[in-house]
């Protein structure tokens, strides 16, 4: 039977997972990341594949997003070239038990999004039930009528366009604007009750809750807001959703996307040789993976220009940037007087580790002739250079392997295979597995691929 989740249990849940997790210093140019689905309190069967989708918004460029359950990364995707805003879908075989699924998003400079997470419950797999036969008797059955049902309609929405103030329009500060998306209605009628909502980022309006028009079924509906630009320069943006008359969100997300216009910038002294840079340090140059430092750096006299490779670009000085590699990266700044230029290095190390692991199995449900060869097919991402040991476990043992090696040469997800060969006449065999058991440089057990065999 499925038990229902509380937001309190989902609460504390989150309030656990965050206190242990390494996570960077949110600021106002990190990642925003909304789940889409499934939604917090959904439940599913053991073994079902959960597939959760994800979009994540940065002014400068998503480089990467992780799913994370239970404080265990499952997932690191990488988007090359980084993007404004990307939607993912990254699934997770569903084991018993009440767990929690965190997205987070990274953008170019190793900035990190606050966790975003939900809750679901996984119940037991169903167990099959013997079906009765049924005598034939003498007495004649009535006929009864067969009712036709209808299926219930789902709310969606689909984004059209931009009507006014595509994303990454210029303004001016504390400028007024109105912003309207179009949407199309892709699920149930839109009436009473159902809103538009605001997500995250920056609202840009005092009200945060505006009523849907009445909207028939594939039908078009433009959705206006007044806002106001802020007036600090620089990229502003703001996720809404909608959500229906039981509160439920719905369908597509719409966003706005600002640039406001700063002061002219002041017009650089004159230089001549060689710049001078005072300091360039980092709070801690050894961190744990997922963990975050920052960058901090003196006055730079005698240049006329500034800048941090690592994709930070120029930057003022003195100043400070939150960083949040995967792998040990060497930060390099560099000051310039016309062609004489000027460096310094941070150099932050960390340890080598295994981001994430997975196993899948080539036939899920097999009937026929035996024996049978399975093949399981792993995978294994690692942060650095290194090497990985690992074995192959079995559901019953027979199939173990030795312990086997992998090596690294740097960042990268590599492949791995294994078979079993079982199974006679006659014989079945139910919810056998196999996975993955990384035993070095860190203890990590990938998901159960499991399989049924019914031999002829």
């Known amino acids: 039977m499925f038990r229902n989740i509380t937001p309190y249990a989902v609460l504390l849940l989150l309030t656990l997972f965050m206190s242990t997790s390494a996570c960077a210093v949110p600021t106002t140019s990190n990642p925003t990341v909304i789940i889409l689905s499934p939604a917090s309190g959904s439940e599913f069967r053991e073994g079902a594949e959960i597939a959760v989708q994800s979009t994540s918004t940065d002014a400068g460029g998503v480089a990467r997003v992780e799913l994370v359950v239970d404080n265990v990364v499952v997932h690191a995707d990488a988007v090359s070239p980084a993007k404004n805003q990307v939607t993912v879908i990254q699934s997770w075989q569903a084991v018993q038990g009440t767990h929690v699924l965190l997205v987070r998003a990274y953008n170019a400079t190793g900035g990190v999004s606050s966790p975003v997470a939900v809750s679901v419950t996984v119940a037991q797999a169903s167990i099959p039930t013997a079906t009765a036969t049924i005598s034939p008797t003498s007495t004649p059955l009535a006929v009864t009528p067969t009712l036709t049902t209808t299926a219930a309609c789902i709310d969606n929405a689909v984004f059209v366009a931009d009507v006014t103030v595509p994303d990454g329009t210029l303004l001016a ?221 079995s559901s019953d043992g027979s199939n173990n392997s030795a312990v086997l090696s992998l090596s690294f040469d740097g960042a990268d997800t590599k492949t791995v295979t294994h078979t079993w060969t079982l199974g006679s006449s006659g014989k079945t065999f139910t919810d056998y597995w196999e996975r993955l058991h990384i035993l070095s440089p860190t203890d990590v057990t990938s998901n159960n691929a499991m399989f049924t065999l019914r031999c002829n």
């Open 173 to 393: 500060p504390g400028q007024t604007f109105n912003k309207i998306w179009r949407v199309r209605n892709a699920g149930c009628p839109w009436g009473e009750g159902y809103q538009l909502v605001f997500a995250s980022g920056e609202a840009m309006t005092a009200t945060r809750v505006f009523p849907l028009p009445s909207t028939p079924t594939s039908q078009t509906a433009d959705l206006l807001i007044e806002m106001t630009a802020p007036t600090t320069p620089g990229t502003h943006s703001g996720i809404w959703r909608l959500r229906n008359a039981n509160g439920q969100l719905f369908g597509t997300i719409v966003t706005v996307v600002i640039r406001v216009l700063g002061s002219p910038p002041p017009v650089p002294s004159a230089c001549s040789g060689t710049p001078v840079i005072s300091s360039f340090t980092a709070t801690q140059r050894i961190i744990p993976v997922f963990g975050s430092t920052t960058l901090s750096w003196g006055p730079v006299t005698n240049a006329d220009r500034v800048e941090i490779d690592q994709g930070i670009g120029e930057v003022g000085t003195p100043g400070s940037r939150d960083v949040a590699p995967t792998t040990t990266t060497t930060y390099t700044l560099t000051a310039y007087c016309g062609s004489q230029t000027a460096t310094a290095q941070v150099r932050i190390v960390l340890p080598f580790a295994i981001l994430g692991s997975k196993t899948s199995v080539d036939q899920t449900d097999y009937s026929g002739a035996c024996p049978k060869t399975v093949t399981f097919t792993g995978t294994i991402t690692a942060n650095d250079e290194g090497t990985v040991t690992y074995k192959w476990e």
